[in-house]
T-cell receptor, first 112, second 112 residues
């Protein structure tokens, strides 16, 4: 069974600090996706990483796909209160018709 | 602009009643999904469809049904609502599962 484990589950930091969220699996994924969800809203796709070792940047967010395509990380530089939310990683499980498997999420709180 | 909408946004119903949640997308995506999100369980897949007349069960499909008569809509029906089905429900669509999904704003359902 393919599983995605995110760490940490909860993170509370001050504005301006850096942080990294991890998404790990024992299985290989063809791609991994990162979403952000704010309270009362649906998840919003931030990025998809496809190639092992790939690094993508979205303003202060840096996403990396592991060389073996079993893990991914999200690094936020100089976090701001607007970064507060639930961060989810997800990957397609082609053993089950390509359905997305989601990690449990990382709840980030950035205090001013 | 293309979008995905859900209705109603909030619903209170009684145990035993039939409830239908609507999902409509204007991207012309073939792939559509229904999830429920509960504290401690993350996002769990209820049903999904890869095209008109195609429907498939997800990991928590008991008590739910869907039908796909056109590309734009995937209504979710709770045949006989139970208190255990109190949750937030999200619909999503995707042009390609590997590249990411686009989520609706969610429906908060309370079954009394």
């Amino acid at each position: 069974t393919q599983l995605l484990k995110q760490s940490p589950q909860f993170l509370s930091i001050q504005e301006g600090e850096n942080l990294t969220v991890y998404c790990n699996s024992s299985s290989v994924f063809s791609s991994l996706q990162w979403y952000r969800q704010e309270p009362g809203e649906g998840p919003v796709l931030l990025v998809t990483v496809v190639t092992g070792g790939e690094v993508k940047k979205l303003k202060r967010l840096t996403f990396q796909f592991g060389d073996a395509r079993k893990d991914s990380s999200l690094h936020i530089t100089a976090a701001q209160p607007g970064d507060t939310g639930l961060y989810l990683c997800a990957g397609p499980n082609y053993n089950q018709g390509g359905k997305l498997i989601f990690g449990q999420g990382t709840e980030l709180s950035v205090k001013p | 602009d293309a979008e995905i909408t859900q209705s109603p946004r909030h619903k209170i119903t009684e145990t035993g009643r039939q409830v239908t949640l609507a999902c409509h997308q204007t991207w012309n995506h073939n792939n559509m999904f229904w999830y429920r999100q509960d504290l401690g369980h993350g996002l769990r897949l209820i049903h999904y469809s890869y095209g008109v007349q195609d429907t498939n069960k997800g990991e928590v499909s008991d008590g739910y049904s869907v039908s796909r008569s056109n590309t734009e809509d995937l209504p979710l029906t709770l045949e006989s609502a139970a208190s255990s089905q109190t949750s937030v429900y999200f619909c999503a669509s995707s042009p390609d599962v590997a590249l990411g999904q686009f989520f609706g704003p969610g429906t908060r359902l309370t079954v009394l």
